[in-house]
């Protein structure tokens, strides 16, 4: 299922009756993920030689761009940490977690499990959020360690797009975000930290010598 993460296993919701109460955009995604699931398992259709006939130079196109786009982010890993780097959901929840203000559990496990992704120490994510208001060294450091698989195993990847809005996380989507490219914080990050290398390397080609 594509609803993973703590946020949605059956412990963490309201349940009444045997029944789970969902907000409403919390609906909206379970039925959104419902018909994805619906429209792949009916996957694949029988498809005919006419009909790969007629899409074959648009397939060749696809697979050439996606081998490209591939090949250009491979090997440039997530480079040194960086905040100039991160999505504005990202910048937003770290500029609440030092002001002190009260984070939502979605805003926490998004930015726990995004720090760790791009290769922060877990003992620098936990002092983050060592200014909340109900900071607790203990359970906060258990929970980070948890999110982040440091000793616990599993590693849970962030929210993509789609859930960090659900979850009422996204903040302030720029123009990056709005592009058609973005639908995952760590597609963001990806991004930026490719066009900030390509500068980089540009800046030194055309530096005098
Ligand atoms: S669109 Fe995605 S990357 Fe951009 S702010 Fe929202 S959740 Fe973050």
Redesign the pocket.
Known sequence: SGLRGPEWKLVNQDMRRGFVLLEKNKFVRVLEQALDERIEDELPLPVNDELLEAVRSDLEEVIVALEAYKEKYRDEGFGTVSIIKF????KKLVATAQAGQNMPHAGRFALASFLSFIGMPVDDIIKLFCSSPDFDQSKTAYQVRHITGDGYGKKYTPPE?AT??TNG??????E???GRR????LT?YRIRSYDRNRDKKADKTTKPS
């Open positions: 999505p504005p959901c990202m797009c960090m809005r996380v996204c903040f302030e989507p720029d990056l975000c709005n973005v639908n995952h914080p963001y």
